[in-house]
């Protein structure tokens, strides 16, 4: 086996050089980037270095059937002074082959430099169970107990999962984008929109796709209209059922949980003012949040206004003497504090207040101006503990609705509540289906 060294500037000068030097059936060993030249480790110039090797006996010169010389690792353009000869160095046969997870050396094969295969581990308990299978022989014992150990170590790493979807969802992205200009124009601007509004490339995906579907089969069907009704109605599809409904009218106790800053307080101060005006139920007031400061002071002037008695707790026994105090009310709105909830030990904190007391209805309050990536996390850390209803702020500090969505898509989450402005209590309404598709679809008032 031969191995040389390679400093260049490019990956395909790389690769021409490897080529040519160590012929087609060369495997690369590995890449990395370095520094060469300048005055003390400072300045230097970036290059890349390139470890390859071959299986075959030394290459020999086609036209004279002698062997080549052996070639200097030269940096591309790089002084004189810089030029030191090639390390070459003889390593067992087969080295390259083992390292890459192969047993023996195949033959050569017609392609250009090969690179190992990438298992999908988010499929791999699936191929573990299929190697199981009468057709599944040609793999061995080894192969598939390795496969399954994969699976359970995968399984077993939540944060590994969802960076592997993430990936998989970026690449997904990649290749939507990597087809426009392939598609119909009528179908490109719609993907241009579905991608504006921050949805997720699975979602994009399945949207074009049965666009495309509903094409093959209707040679009529790219008209504007036409396609404008289908996108709404896969869109309605993907929320179906879980539109926003009002609170209910034996809802005794109501919970408001959710990360810093979404504006939990000023949206129960809109419900509850909603409540007292409109529907003239006696309401009472219970704070928690004892964190931020002056938190007390803006929940109690909401309570002085609206004139119901209002509750500070620091613990799950403060929280049952002010229920017991607020016996009378008829709707208690409670208020939790804003926390780091990307952390399960305060959501399972919270959750233990919570729990206090029976037959209550929690809230997970949402900004639609924070990442969804953020919200996601929150939510995965919610949903366990039987949250189910979501309820976005800040619907007029943006123009993306998307997050809202992917939201519905990845949970079993149910729209409630949005809200609008600063207002108390106007700026507050039901989320319904057909509003979140408007303006999704650019088309809402």
């Given amino acids: 086996m031969r191995v040389k060294r390679y400093v260049v500037e490019t990956m395909p000068e790389a690769l021409q050089r490897i080529r040519s030097e160590l012929g087609s059936d060369a495997v690369i060993l590995s890449t990395k980037d370095i520094r060469t030249g300048g005055f003390l480790g400072l300045f230097g110039k970036k290059k890349i270095e390139v470890v390859a090797a071959t299986d075959t ?14 070639s200097p690792v030269v940096s591309a353009k790089a002084p004189a002074a810089d030029m030191a000869p090639a390390a070459v160095t003889t390593v067992p046969k087969n080295t390259a082959v083992r390292a890459y997870g192969g047993g023996t050396p195949a033959a050569p094969a017609a392609a250009k430099l090969s690179m190992p295969h990438v298992p999908d581990v988010l499929a791999a308990q699936e191929t573990a169970a299929a190697s199981t299978l009468p057709h599944a022989g040609t793999r061995s014992a080894s192969a598939t107990a390795a ?14 999962l969802a960076e592997i979807r993430q990936m998989k969802d970026m690449m997904r992205t990649m290749a939507l984008s990597q087809t426009v200009g392939k598609r119909h124009p009528l179908v ?3 993907a241009e929109r579905l991608a504006e509004q921050d949805l997720s490339a699975s979602i994009v995906s399945d949207v074009l796709g049965s666009i495309e579907l509903r094409a093959e089969s209707e040679p009529d069907f ?3 209209d036409k396609v404008r009704d289908h996108v709404r109605s896969v869109l309605l599809g993907f929320v179906s059922g879980r539109g926003g409904t009002p ?4 809802a005794k106790v109501v919970n408001f949980v959710g990360p810093t800053g979404v504006g939990k307080t000023t949206t129960i101060a809109k419900l ?4 007292v ?3 003239h139920r006696k309401t009472g007031f219970i704070t928690a949040d004892t964190y931020r400061i002056a938190a007390v002071e803006q929940l109690k002037t909401y309570a002085t206004i609206l004139n119901v008695p209002m509750e500070v707790v620091f613990s799950p026994s403060d929280l049952t003497k002010a229920f017991d105090r607020l016996d009378t009310c008829e709707i ?3 208020d939790t504090a804003g926390r780091n909830y990307r952390n399960e030990r305060y959501v399972s904190e919270l959750n233990t207040l919570l729990q206090a007391r029976g037959g209550s209805d929690t809230y997970l309050v949402l900004s639609l101006t924070n990442k969804f990536s953020d919200m996601k996390v929150i939510a995965e850390h919610f949903v366990p503990y039987g949250v189910e209803k979501v309820l976005f702020t800040k619907w007029d500090e943006t123009g993306s609705y998307g997050a809202i969505l992917n939201l519905l898509y990845e949970f079993p989450l149910r729209l409630s509540y949005v809200t609008n402005g600063q207002n108390v209590p106007e700026d507050i309404q039901l989320l319904t289906e057909d509003m979140l598709v408007d303006w999704i679809m650019g088309e809402g008032a």
């Fill in 188 to 190: 490109e601007r719609w």
């Fill in 147 to 160: 496969t399954a150990a994969a699976a359970r170590g995968t399984a077993n790493d939540p944060d590994l």
């Fill in 332 to 334: 208690i709105f409670m």
């Fill in 277 to 279: 005006l409109r529907s």
């Fill in 272 to 275: 509850a003012a909603d409540q």
């Fill in 57 to 70: 006996a030394e290459a020999t010169d086609a036209k004279a059937g002698r062997p080549l010389p052996a």
């Fill in 222 to 224: 790219l008209t504007e």
């Fill in 247 to 250: 609170l209910a009218p034996d």
